[in-house]
Nanobody, 120 residues
Framework: QLQPSGGGLVQAGGSLRLACAAS??????MAWFRQTPGSEREFVAA???????YYAESVKDRFIVSRDNAKNTVYLQMNNLKVEDTAYYYC??????????????????WGQGTLVTVSS
């Protein structure tokens, strides 16, 4: 089970931190995706158990993904938020290969979405 927390409303330029606690098992890959109504779920960031991180170009240099393996929790620090970052954010866990880390099909376990709204 993956339980996210930390969504909310923030002004453009502000920051938010999402967290997602996993229970029952651990994962090689933990990731964040986001989705807006009528759009496909898109990759945001991922972190391997080793600590290596991967980002979508749209969030690189603004978002930081990290994980605490002892707490089995993944975090997404979102800085300099933009209106276009508004979406439901989903955490995911899986054990897929590195080359597929950005694909939704790589992840078998998903948390419920948490809404992030960025106002202008």
């Amino acid at each position: 089970q993956l339980q996210p927390s930390g969504g909310g409303l923030v002004q453009a330029g502000g920051s938010l931190r999402l967290a997602c606690a996993a229970s029952g098992r651990t994962f090689i890959n933990m990731a964040w995706f986001r989705q807006t109504p009528g759009s496909e779920r898109e990759f945001v960031a991922a972190v391997r158990r080793s600590g290596h991180t991967y980002y979508a170009e749209s969030v690189k240099d603004r978002f930081i993904v990290s994980r605490d393996n002892a707490k089995n929790t993944v975090y997404l620090q979102m800085n300099n938020l933009k209106v276009e970052d508004t979406a439901y954010y989903y955490c995911a866990g899986g054990d897929g290969i590195l080359s597929a880390i950005r694909g939704t099909s790589t992840y078998r376990y998903w948390g419920q979405g948490t809404l992030v709204t960025v106002s202008s």
